[in-house]
């Protein structure tokens, strides 16, 4: 069963910015109302411009995340188009292969597949709410079943 979520935010830091505070919140507090614990890499929050000019340190939060014992699920916080920029550290002397174990990963986007661009418009609440429910939907669907 799913206890600890770890979110990351991979491409767009637009999940640290103070205009999608309340819609972020908002999710937190659903998925702790299914008995989740919810856990924020170090980078994740730091908004559109530190995580823009730091692929490296996005690449450390997946990685860690992915070595962390306690994390169930990775999941990303939004998509966008900067995830390719990370492929240098994650690939760097096997990292990510050593890194990776048998843990849920959800991401959006440019993270697992390329979306529409009418699917989410980068920095509207109206996107982030879309992904939250999105979200609670998965989320519900994977409490649902036993862990692999």
Same mark, same amino acid.
């Given at each position: 069963?799913?206890?600890?979520?770890?979110?990351v935010? /991979?491409?767009?830091?637009?999940?640290?910015?103070?205009?999608?505070?309340?819609?972020? +919140? @908002?999710?937190? #507090?659903?998925?702790?109302?299914?008995? /989740?614990?919810?856990?924020?890499?170090?980078?994740?929050? #730091?908004?559109?411009?530190?995580?823009?000019? %730091?692929?490296d340190?996005?690449a450390? +939060?997946?990685?860690?995340?992915?070595? +962390?014992?306690?994390?169930?699920?990775?999941?990303?916080? @939004?998509?966008?188009?900067?995830?390719y920029?990370?492929? !240098?550290?994650?690939?760097? %002397?096997?990292?990510?292969?050593?890194?990776?174990?048998? #843990?849920?990963?959800?991401?959006?986007s +440019?993270?697992?597949? #390329?979306?529409?661009?009418?699917?989410?418009?980068?920095?509207?609440?109206?996107?982030? @709410?879309?992904?939250?429910?999105?979200?609670?939907?998965?989320?519900?669907?994977?409490?649902?079943?036993?862990? !692999?």
């Amino acid at each position: 069963m799913v206890k600890t979520i770890t979110i990351v935010s /991979l491409s767009s830091g637009i999940a640290g910015e103070s205009s999608v505070r309340l819609g972020l +919140d @908002i999710g937190i #507090k659903r998925l702790k109302e299914y008995g /989740l614990n919810i856990r924020f890499m170090p980078n994740a929050l #730091k908004g559109s411009e530190y995580v823009r000019r %730091n692929p490296d340190k996005r690449a450390e +939060d997946l990685l860690n995340a992915f070595r +962390d014992p306690e994390t169930y699920m990775i999941l990303c916080a @939004i998509g966008g188009d900067d995830t390719y920029r990370l492929l !240098p550290y994650l690939f760097r %002397n096997n990292e990510l292969a050593n890194a990776v174990s048998n #843990k849920i990963f959800l991401g959006f986007s +440019d993270t697992l597949q #390329k979306m529409p661009r009418s699917e989410i418009h980068n920095n509207s609440l109206r996107g982030i @709410i879309h992904l939250i429910l999105i979200l609670y939907q998965t989320i519900f669907l994977l409490l649902s079943q036993p862990c !692999p």
